[in-house]
């Protein structure tokens, strides 16, 4: 069974950093690409990156641009999402999911990823 943990979430103050780690089980994370989502309180879901499963391709949503960095380890099954000079309107809930086609343009819609995670809580508050 195809399965995604995600990790690393807590609370931190503006302007701190947090990695958040998306794990994979049952399945070789080489052949895809893995997005990155938020759901914050009263807000629509929204694509925050995504990367190809070789690595070679990633994309950010304008929102986190700057800030926040996508990287993956096949090697550990693992992907990253470093998040750097955080925000109080980064406070939400971060989901990794699946999605068989190339990381292209944009993160993508939500419809077209699989396998999500539960997520973890970010919150940044001072």
């Known amino acids: 069974q195809l399965q995604l943990v995600e990790s690393g979430g807590g609370l931190v103050q503006p302007g701190g950093s947090l990695r958040l780690s998306c794990a994979a089980s049952?399945?070789?994370?080489?052949?895809?690409?893995i997005g990155w989502f938020r759901q914050a309180p009263g807000k629509e879901s929204e694509g925050v990156s995504c990367?190809?499963?070789?690595?070679?391709?990633?994309n950010y949503a304008d929102s986190v641009k700057g800030r926040f960095t996508i990287s993956r380890n096949n090697a550990k099954n693992t992907v990253y999402l470093q998040m750097n000079s955080l925000k109080p309107e980064d406070t939400a809930v971060y989901y990794c999911?699946?999605?068989?086609?190339?990381?292209?343009?944009?993160?993508?819609?939500?419809?077209?990823?699989?396998?999500w995670g539960q997520g973890t809580r970010v919150t940044v508050s001072s």
């Open positions: 049952g399945f070789t994370l080489d052949y895809y690409t």
């Open positions: 999911a699946a999605l068989i086609s190339p990381c292209g343009n944009s993160v993508g819609k939500q419809a077209e990823y699989g396998s």
């Open positions: 990367i190809s499963g070789s690595g070679g391709s990633t």
